[in-house]
């Protein structure tokens, strides 16, 4: 039998007859519209249920005197996870439209 080189890393290993296989690969922009869509909805859930969190700290605040700085500061950190979850969305928007025109250049 003849002696196989074994490989002690998982980056070395290779198929017998990939070298035929490895044509361009196409790029599928539809799928990856998709997905950008699929995001920008996660995000935008995200968004509101940071907000909502916000709004309910802020209530507690309201309702509970003795502990009103502890509420004020899950509620300011609930803001801003909010305005972050809402750039990452608006930038999943443009991906988004970035995708859909080359889609629409592609000629497909």
Same mark, same amino acid.
């Given at each position: 039998?003849? +002696?196989?080189k074994?490989?002690?890393? $998982? $980056? @070395? @290993?290779?198929?017998?007859?990939?070298? +035929?296989?490895? /044509? /361009?690969?196409?790029h =599928?922009?539809?799928?990856?519209?998709? @997905?950008?869509?699929?995001?920008?909805?996660?995000?935008?859930?995200?968004?509101?249920?940071?907000?909502?969190?916000?709004?309910?700290?802020k209530?507690?605040?309201?309702?509970?005197?003795?502990?009103?700085?502890?509420?004020? #500061?899950?509620?300011?950190?609930?803001? #801003?996870?909010? #305005?972050? #979850?809402?750039?990452?969305?608006? @930038?999943?928007?443009?991906?988004?439209? =970035?995708?859909?025109?080359?889609?629409?250049?592609?000629?497909?």
């Amino acid at each position: 039998m003849a +002696e196989e080189k074994k490989h002690r890393s $998982f $980056f @070395h @290993h290779k198929k017998e007859g990939c070298e +035929e296989e490895e /044509e /361009e690969k196409v790029h =599928d922009y539809a799928k990856e519209q998709k @997905h950008h869509k699929h995001v920008q909805q996660l995000t935008t859930i995200g968004a509101m249920a940071a907000g909502a969190y916000a709004v309910h700290e802020k209530h507690k605040a309201k309702k509970d005197p003795e502990n009103a700085h502890k509420h004020k #500061v899950k509620e300011e950190i609930a803001a #801003v996870v909010a #305005v972050g #979850v809402t750039g990452i969305a608006f @930038h999943e928007r443009h991906e988004k439209k =970035d995708a859909k025109k080359k889609h629409k250049n592609e000629g497909c």
